[in-house]
């Protein structure tokens, strides 16, 4: 089969034919027929996240495919069924995090020290075919296309999961902070469940990007959040703290800051009590990766329906390097979604 194999630390992919895998016991053969490429891949590729613990180093965490053969003892999934694979598939089983018995999520893949991950610590799906645990997959939606589906796996999962870990009210104002990748659809999930909607960026080509996405307001940063009468939900999705506490001044009293994007370098600050009196508001600061298979499904659904539509840009497979590229630099509005 042909897979984009990972040479080596920041070495461009390159298109190889490698061995088809062979389901095992409890494991389902997926025809992947799309992958998004997440900017984690690329941080990976780069070193500045763990290099694919596999050989050949597959990466990809957004696949999306057929299943066309089941390993022994599989009920659960049948040849012909369409399937997304889960980035975190499970935990090791053994550790005080696993014996607690939570659910596969984005935490497990935090708290336990050997998960089992899509495009780390298994082979990804930027390939032809996967192999993956039956259970570590979801049926998607009758007539979602491959393309739509793919970047849910894991931005539109992350995108729902924060929304939904702030728990907003009715008349809940939404504020989104980056409108990128997770960014454009958390917009997107704000307004599909009837709130207000707040786009937050400091790129002035993606203005009118995010009123069509559905933002009632565009603005730049805190002072023109307050001006707007602020948000009860703010939502991260840039990869930026600095910006997520910039904004602290534009969330109402009682309201919810939800860190869904990832900042490796500098730490998540409040401002001192006499500059911003938070102990007094009654704020909540709250994590959100992927929060359980429940609201990915939603999550599916929601885009299924025609409520959420991502932005994608499709590459065939013999351009995997280039979306990887365009990826890196910022290039794409607002997935890269590869064909196989």
């Keep these: 089969m042909r897979a984009a194999v990972v ?14 895998p062979s389901p ?40 999306v495919g057929e299943v066309v053969e089941v390993g022994a003892g599989v009920t659960s999934r049948q040849p012909g069924d369409r ?6 598939r499970a935990g090791c089983g053994r ?66 999961s924060a929304l939904r870990a702030a728990q907003p009210r009715p008349h809940d104002r939404v504020a989104v902070i980056g409108i990128g990748g997770l960014g454009h659809l958390a917009v997107q999930y704000a307004k599909a469940s009837g709130h207000e909607t707040i786009a937050v960026t400091s790129s002035v080509d993606k203005v009118d990007s995010a009123r069509r996405l559905g933002a009632d307001h565009v603005v730049t940063d805190a002072e023109q959040l307050r001006a707007v009468g602020g948000a009860d939900v703010v939502i991260l999705t840039a990869p930026s703290h600095r910006a997520a506490a910039a904004c602290l001044p534009g969330l109402r009293v009682q309201g919810r800051m939800v860190l869904a994007g990832i900042d490796g370098a500098e730490p998540f600050t409040i ?21 359980g298979p429940h609201l990915l499904k939603e ?38 979604v590869v064909e196989y």
């Excluded at 911003?276 to 959100?288: D, E, N, S, T, V």
């Design 95 to 160: 550790c005080d995090y696993c014996v607690q018995g939570l659910p596969v999520t984005g935490q497990t893949a935090m708290c336990c020290p050997a998960p089992t991950t899509t495009g780390f610590t298994a082979p990804g799906g930027h390939a032809e075919y996967l192999v993956a645990a039956a259970e570590s997959t979801v049926l998607l939606p009758d007539g979602l296309d491959w393309e739509l589906a793919a970047p849910v796996m894991c931005a539109g999962y992350t995108a729902w």
């Design 299 to 336: 999550a599916l659904d929601l885009v299924a329906a025609g409520r959420v539509t991502p932005w994608v840009e499709t590459f065939p497979a013999h351009r995997v390097a280039e979306a990887v590229d365009r990826v890196a630099k910022g290039e794409v509005r607002f997935r890269a």
């Design 83 to 88: 399937v997304g694979v889960t980035w975190v």
């Design 271 to 291: 401002p001192s009590a006499m500059t911003y009196p938070f102990f007094a508001l009654g704020q909540q600061i709250i994590g959100a990766t992927h929060n």
């Design 7 to 20: 040479p080596g630390v920041d070495v461009a992919w390159e298109l190889r034919e490698v061995t088809t």
């Design 24 to 63: 095992g016991p409890g494991e389902v053969l997926v025809r992947v027929r799309a992958c998004g490429v997440c900017v984690n891949d690329v941080l990976a590729t780069r070193g500045l996240l763990p290099f694919p613990a596999i050989d050949p180093a597959v990466t990809g965490h957004e696949p």
